[in-house]
């Protein structure tokens, strides 16, 4: 089956722990990214890939890293978080970095609570 | 600020009527799209209208745009309960080298009640 799997769907952590969130896709996608989603905020865009070891800033980049080693995977880095990083995350992928011919496929997100 | 801004924020109507939601932006787009997310779930992709389109039917979902008023509409007839979700626009805007850049809305919450 086709889809964007991110791991973990939950995650409790305390200040400054590091983490990651793993995100992988099965449908050789070029592009993908990662979004939060915050109450009366929507959704921002936080980095992008276009492609293998491709990475650039979306929106909200402050405090995250991410690479693209491998084209299936991109992994979403909190080097030191804090509670304002308290969010609902997804990932996402497309088949190329051109919106016009190629929507989004999201996962099923990562609710991250830091204390 | 959000590119996309839906209304309403929230919509409540019976099983087996039409749902409504609209949408407004700010800049000019290459393409507009439409997407659900069931509670707590990611979003799934509905339907894109590129600019240059004016109206696109799937299934029991119908969208419109009106690119001289920066305005789209969604249209669900015949509403399920399973159609209960949030439902957002998302738009592509003409820059350069922006990867996918989608910008979504707030969405707009629709219960559809049995």
């Known amino acids: 089956e086709a889809q964007v799997t991110q791991n973990p769907r939950y995650l409790i952590t305390v200040t400054g722990k590091k983490l990651t969130v793993t995100c992988s896709q099965n449908?050789?996608?070029?592009?993908m990214s990662w979004y939060r989603q915050d109450p009366g905020l929507g959704l921002r865009q936080i980095y992008y890939?276009?492609?293998?070891?491709?990475?650039d800033k979306g929106d909200v980049p402050e405090g995250y890293k991410v690479s693209r080693k491998e084209k299936r995977n991109f992994p979403l880095i909190l080097e030191s978080p804090s509670p304002n990083q308290t969010s609902l995350y997804f990932c996402?992928?497309?088949?190329?970095?051109?919106?016009?011919?190629?929507?989004?496929?999201f996962g099923n997100g990562t609710r991250l609570t830091v204390t | 600020s959000q590119q996309g801004e839906e209304d309403p924020q929230a919509l409540s109507i019976q099983e087996g009527e039409n749902a409504t939601m609209n949408c407004s932006y700010k800049?000019?787009?290459?393409?507009l799209q439409w997407y659900r997310q069931n509670s707590g779930r990611g979003l799934v992709h509905l339907i894109l209208?590129?600019?240059?389109?004016r109206e696109k039917h799937s299934g029991r979902l119908r969208v419109t745009l009106d690119t001289s008023k920066k305005s789209s509409s969604l249209l669900i007839t015949a509403s399920r309960a399973a159609d209960t979700a949030s439902y957002f626009c998302?738009?592509?805007?003409?820059?350069?080298?922006?990867?996918?850049?989608?910008?979504f809305g707030g969405g707009t919450r629709v219960l559809v009640k049995p």
């Open positions: 449908m050789n996608h070029e592009y």
């Open positions: 996402a992928s497309s088949l190329t970095g051109r919106a016009y011919n190629s929507p989004l496929h």
């Open positions: 890939s276009m492609n293998v070891e491709v990475t």
């Open positions: 800049t000019s787009i290459n393409n």
């Open positions: 209208i590129r600019s240059n389109e």
């Open positions: 998302a738009t592509d805007a003409t820059r350069k080298a922006a990867g996918n850049k989608l910008t």
